[in-house]
């Protein structure tokens, strides 16, 4: 089946899959080839992408949160925001959370800048997650 990861900014993944498990907001979902269709939510966690068979894992993307498509020979997933767990770079993520950490330490509790930040740092928190 095809799998599609797609953001915003970019085209996270697209290729050939013989499974794929997703993070929806009511707990995992494996999608096998002929899957029934459906739409459902996704939670912020893992997409992980089988190439060959079930019960390995070729290719593992962190996600923000968004939607799949599933059809009998396609999944699309539409995420807030999507990156490759292997290409994140540990020392740079780490650098960024301590800098956003600074960040946040010099803002008052009611700044609305705030929010963003605790954003960015779960966000690289989550690839840090699997590193």
């Known amino acids: 089946m095809r799998v599609r990861i797609v953001c915003p900014e970019l085209s996270a993944y697209e290729g ?4 794929v498990a997703l993070p929806s907001t009511t707990g995992e979902l494996g999608v096998l080839p002929h899957h029934a269709n459906e739409i459902c939510t ?10 060959v068979q079930a019960g390995t894992v070729d290719h593992t993307f962190a996600v923000s949160g968004g939607y799949a498509e599933i059809t009998g020979e396609e999944v699309v997933i539409l995420a807030e925001r999507a990156a490759d767990v292997d290409a994140a770079n540990a020392e740079e993520l780490r650098k960024r959370v301590a800098d956003f950490g600074d960040k946040l330490s010099n803002l008052s509790e009611d700044d609305a800048r705030r929010a963003y930040l605790y954003n960015e740092i779960a966000w690289c928190e989550l690839l840090l997650a699997k590193k």
């Open 16 to 19: 050939e899959a013989a499974f």
């Open 42 to 51: 996704i939670a912020k966690g893992y997409v992980r992408v089988s190439d």
